[in-house]
C-alpha cells in the first residue's frame, strides 16, 4: 500500500521554513546564503585544489565538482568516479568545505555518501524514483535540481519521494528548463524562487551556470536570483574554463568567481541577507 498523501514538501505541511544545514556550518535557508562552487567534473588533484583554494577565499563554503558525469554522449568524459570523490573531499577538507556531488546510480548512495556532505541528484534524475528513494534513506542532505522539463509540481513531487522516506533535508535548485531557443542553453526560470516560497517551506538555490551555459551571463543572474530571494547559489568555477572536461563555456575563473562575491554581497545586504558561513561575518 502507498502511504496516505501527505505532501510534506507543501508549505501547509510546515510552520517554519526548513533550514538544511551541512557539518562545517554552512545553512541553505537561513540569513546567510549557501555559497557553492567548484567545477563541472573533478579532472585532478592540481585542478581540485586551484578551485576549492579561491572558493573558500571569495567566501564559498560547498565545494562542487562531478565524478560521476551524466553526460549525453556515452563517449563524453565520464568522470573519474571514486578517485574523483577522493580529491574532492581531500581538496574540500583542507579548506574547511562542505562537499556536493553528483550521484546517478541508486546502488553508489551509499559510496558516494562517504566522501560527500550532500548528495546532488541532477536534472537528468529527477524523476528516477529509485534513485530519489535510496537518496532518502541515506538521511543525506539531498540537493534536487529541477528536470530538463519538469513543471513545478514534478519538482515538488521528486522532493516528496526523499521527504516521505524520513529525510527532510532537501533543498531545490533552480537550473533553466528547456526552451524553443538555443540563445541560451536553458532557460533560467528565476519566477519559481518567489513561487516556491508560496508553495514549499524548502530552501531554494539557483544554478546560473547550467541555466544559461554562457559565464558572461552568470554574474547577472546570480545577482538576480539573490534579489529574486534565492538562499544560495551553485556556480561552476574552473582555473581554466577553456581547457576544462566538461562546461568550459559556462565557467567562471578564479578571478571571476571572487568579482562574482564582492558584488553579491551588496545585493545580499539589500535583501536582508550576507554571505559568509552563519555566525562568522566574511
Ligand atoms: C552539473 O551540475 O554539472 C549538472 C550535470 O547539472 P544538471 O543536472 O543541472 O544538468
Ligand atoms: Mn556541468
Excluded at 514534478?154 to 526523499?162: I, K, Q, R, S
Amino acid at each position: 500500500m502507498p502511504p496516505k498523501e501527505r505532501h510534506l514538501a507543501r508549505r501547509e505541511a510546515h510552520a517554519d521554513r526548513t533550514i538544511v544545514r551541512l557539518l562545517n556550518g554552512t545553512a541553505f535557508g537561513g540569513e546567510t546564503l549557501a555559497l557553492c562552487a567548484g567545477p563541472c567534473s573533478v579532472e585532478s588533484e592540481a585542478q581540485i585544489e586551484a578551485t576549492a583554494a579561491a572558493v573558500a577565499q571569495a567566501g564559498g563554503t560547498v565545494l562542487r565538482g562531478g565524478a560521476f558525469k551524466p553526460r549525453t554522449s556515452p563517449y563524453a568524459f565520464q568522470g573519474l568516479g571514486r578517485r574523483g570523490l577522493a580529491l574532492l573531499r581531500a581538496a574540500a577538507d583542507r579548506h574547511r568545505l562542505a562537499v556536493v556531488t553528483e550521484v546517478l546510480d541508486p546502488r553508489d548512495v551509499r559510496m558516494v555518501a562517504e566522501y560527500a556532505d550532500m548528495l546532488q541528484i541532477g536534472a537528468r534524475n529527477m524523476q528516477n524514483f529509485a534513485l530519489l528513494r535510496e537518496a532518502g534513506l541515506s538521511g543525506m542532505p539531498i540537493l534536487l535540481k529541477r528536470g530538463l522539463a519538469a513543471t513545478v509540481d514534478e519538482w515538488l513531487m521528486a522532493a516528496e519521494y526523499v521527504l516521505v522516506e524520513g529525510n527532510p533535508n532537501v533543498v531545490l535548485c533552480e537550473r533553466g528548463v528547456r526552451s524553443f531557443d538555443p540563445a541560451t542553453r536553458n532557460l533560467l526560470d528565476l519566477s519559481v524562487v518567489p513561487l516556491l516560497a508560496e508553495l514549499t517551506h524548502l530552501p531554494v538555490i539557483v544554478d546560473p551556470s547550467h541555466g544559461t551555459g554562457l559565464a558572461r551571463l552568470v554574474e547577472p543572474m546570480s545577482l538576480a536570483a539573490i534579489a529574486a530571494g534565492a538562499d544560495g547559489l551553485l556556480v561552476e568555477v574552473h582555473p581554466e574554463p577553456a581547457d576544462a572536461a566538461s562546461d568550459g563555456a559556462q565557467s567562471l575563473t578564479l578571478e571571476q568567481f571572487a568579482h562574482l562575491t564582492t558584488r553579491l554581497g551588496e545585493v545580499a545586504a539589500a535583501v536582508g541577507r550576507r554571505i559568509g558561513v552563519p555566525g562568522l561575518a566574511v
